[in-house]
């Protein structure tokens, strides 16, 4: 019998990914100020939102800041998607990794259109692409270790 592996799944939010701004210190294009940007813009145009890990629904609402938002919670992780349009899940729903929760918009404070993807681990602010770069990097090692490991039915 075939050992099965249960690998940490991930998806990226969007389809496409192009940054339209990045994770850390820039000067806000609506105040002029200085400030952190706790999460990447990812450039958008009425595209699907997807779940990046299996997670819960913790709240969903509308933030003057972040428009239309969706929290989840992953455990020691969670994602936060803002400036939404529409929202495809409700609050306590289970999600998985992939499964489409909303699509962009403009909503909030914002210039144009974009998803706003932020991502805290044990409730501080980290850079989502590092974060979503290391988890792809960790699950591709994972495949192919799986794949190069012998099936000891066929031996």
């Known amino acids: 019998m075939k050992i099965l592996i249960s ?3 991930v998806c990226l939010p969007l389809k496409h990914l192009k940054i339209n701004s990045d994770y850390g210190y820039r000067i806000h294009p ?3 100020k200085y400030a952190m940007h706790e999460g990447v813009d990812l450039k958008a145009r009425h595209d699907t ?7 819960q629904v913790r709240s969903t609402g509308y933030d003057d800041g972040l428009g239309v938002y969706i929290k989840l919670d992953h455990g020691e992780v969670a994602s936060v998607y803002g400036h939404l349009s529409q929202i495809l899940v409700g609050t306590n729903d289970s999600v998985a990794a992939g499964d ?6 403009a909503s909030g404070h914002v ?3 974009h998803l706003h993807l932020s991502i805290c ?8 692409i ?5 988890l792809l990097k960790k699950q591709e090692h994972e495949r192919q270790k799986f794949q190069s490991t012998p099936d000891p039915t066929f031996e």
Do not use: M, Q, S
């Not at 590092?130 to 290391?134: I, Q, T």
């Open 121 to 128: 681990y044990r409730h501080k602010y980290i850079n989502p």
């Open 49 to 55: 939102v997807y779940a990046i890990l299996d997670g």
């Open 130 to 134: 590092k974060f979503l770069y290391e």
């Open 100 to 105: 489409p929760i909303g699509i962009t918009g």
């Open 111 to 113: 210039t144009g259109e």
């Open 7 to 9: 690998f940490w799944l």
């Open 30 to 32: 609506l105040t002029g």
